[in-house]
């Protein structure tokens, strides 16, 4: 297993970690009611998907 010769300066590690960087989740409008959800997934809000009801509402739609 190959094994680093000399220590890694801050600089340098932190350079290959800024690279390291999260996206925002991809939301879609649902038909049926409007709201966002995941793509590929069922609403939470009315608990749809592709035009069939598949859960209960995880949560309500004038929740606060």
């Known amino acids: 297993m190959?094994?680093?010769?000399?220590k890694m300066s801050?600089?340098?590690?932190?350079?290959?970690?800024?690279q390291w960087k999260t996206t925002a989740a991809t939301l879609t409008t649902c038909p049926q009611c409007k709201g966002n959800k995941r793509p590929h997934a069922a609403c939470p809000t009315c608990g749809a998907y592709n035009g069939r009801q598949y859960v209960e509402?995880?949560?309500t739609e004038h929740a606060s």
């Open 2 to 6: 190959a094994v680093p010769k000399r």
């Open 10 to 18: 801050r600089s340098n590690t932190r350079a290959r970690r800024s």
């Open 57 to 59: 509402a995880l949560r």
